[in-house]
């Protein structure tokens, strides 16, 4: 038994958590070696703040666990609610990874099956859609079961459709580089589909508002298709939009509808369209 | 029944005037007004009367085209308005969606980060003690969907109320629950309507007569009435009678199981008038109308 104990001050302190260094440090030590002094702490600690303990673990205990995306964020230095909703995007879902990664796939393997200059064509034209399809996926009425729910939510539509566009823009980027990998023989041309990709989606994004969150992705997507197929989609990467100049039209495009995006930020709230009237059947998971 | 809180002389949390919106040709709401107070408002009507999209318009989720809507002096029109109204809101829509493999906890949580509650701990305890109020402490980790419907209509008023909203809007909640679930869902309902203006949408008369001070009726788009359940059952005072044979001219006529007819609308001289129900009175605010068109 120890001739000195923690005095009734320091303990009712250290019971409240109020007790500062060093003294916290000097309780603390004795505490471990003390059996007199815990139970006094026993008494000393209050029932309400044994409750606030108890209920902030059992809350722990369920809070959601963060998945791999998630850690890997909050590592870099992304806020943890920001994370958890960017990690929660619909386009992270295996079912949507698995049909980019299938489409850059039959892409690679239908341009290999050709010869020439159109080997890569494919690529080139498939791989700017992916990120325009993501968008339109992760923010669809119908295609995010909570869009109800998000849409009524404080937190502005717009930020919520912007962290979505970096996750989708993200991974697909990554997915379409590592198939450029795929066509080593054409070099940086291979990378033709990076600024088309932006602008598609800059693009899609500045049309949403008037067009809805669907259709402006659409009406995007299908002029692509058109403009590739008029500027000579056979004729390899000497097609209009992968040429010098094409690349810097798409580069301009790209900054232009997004600095529309930036300066339409508050019609995302605010638009009819981007609000259509949907419903999602209940048992839908 | 609930007796009609003191706050109904109070000023209104919610005003709504003369409200329009045309969806695809056809008048979905036509020149909607009304006030709605502290305790539970029941907004009554049949399939395709407007009710979800007069919801949708109070959530904020849609303008509508006419009208104006003030929540707590706020005026959802404008970008700072709309924002004020959002961060009082809760919402359950007709059909909440939820994403695959959440869990009840992490959904919660997920409706607790749009709502813009962002420290940790707080936002953590929070989503526990509001799925602890809907009676969910041993199924927060569960995934929803291993949760039965009643589970996971729970999961979602869960998520309305998250963050302690001050006007509730909640859109046919009791749809597709058996008796039992629906006992306990209104329980939870009546709960929640302490201290809050929350208007129910259903179509379902017991709804209103266990839960409401106040139902309003809406069919096609116009109010067709507006008051206590108590002044809505004496709307069809007089109007109900019971005969051996199918009345002519009735309103609606049924044959129940006693073999006799009860029968809705005006009664022949003489007829056996009988004690009206909450359902009498609003099936007589929709035909009335009805009769009204026609005219």
Redesign the interface.
Known sequence: MESWHVPEDDLTGYAEGSLAAPRLWSTETHLAGCAHCRERLNTAVGTAAVDAGW??L???????RPGPVESLLVRLGV???TA??LA?T?VL?RAWLGAVVLTLLVAVAAGHAMRGGSALMMLLATAPLLPLAGVAVSFGPGL?????????????TFR?LMLRTVAVLTTTTTLSALASLALPSFGLAALGWLLPALALTALGLALMPRLGPVVAPSVVAVAWLTAVSLGGLWTGPTAAPFTTAGQCALAAIAVAATAAVLIAR?RF??S?HM?A?V??????? | MTAPPASRTAPPTVSVSGLTLRYRGTVALDDVSFRLGEGVTGLLGPNGAGKTTLLRILATATPPDRGALTVLGNDPSTVAGRQAVRRTLGYLPQSPGFHPGFTAFEFVDYVAILKELTDRRQRHQEVRRRLDDVGLADARGKRIKALSGGMRQRVALAAALVGDPSFVVLDEPTVGLDPEQRMRFRELIAEAGQGRTVLLSTHQTEDVAMLCHRVVVLDRGRIRFDGTPAELTAAAEGRVWSSDAKAQGALAGWRTGTGEFRNLGDPPGGAAILEPTLEDGYLMAIDGAAEGAMA
């Open positions: 209920a902030r059992d809350a722990e205990l369920d809070a959601p806020a943890d609610h958890r909703l929660a619909p879902r995010d079961p909570t869009y109800e729910m998000a849409v009524v939510a404080p937190m502005h919520l508050d709230d605010s009819r609000n009237r419903r999602i059947s209940a048992g839908r998971l």
